[in-house]
């Protein structure tokens, strides 16, 4: 049976894993699966808090975590695709477009 910080230890890991690839990365899927990453990783401390306490709460908000990160890439895939056919480019800094 693993230990609690051992769940944590590694939400944290995989949390610092997906801030990096936020802010290193240029490509605007990388960006995305890295957002995915650290919401995994939230959603590994929520499950790890929720067996620790015998409580279902907490995995009764990582479905809805689940749920909004699903429509979050469909958004974003969305606006890439549309993205890449105007500009035909994904690195975020060659987008100049967004800037207000």
Known sequence: MVPLHGYLVVSALLFVIGVTGVLVRRNAIVILMCIELM????????VAFSRELQNLSGQIFVFFVMVVAA???T??????????????????????????
């Open 39 to 46: 919401l995994n990783a939230a959603n590994l401390s929520f």
């Open 75 to 100: 958004v974003g895939l969305a606006i890439i695709v549309t993205l890449y056919r105007n500009w035909k480019t994904i690195h975020v800094d060659e987008i100049r477009m967004l800037k207000g």
């Open 71 to 73: 429509a979050e890439v």
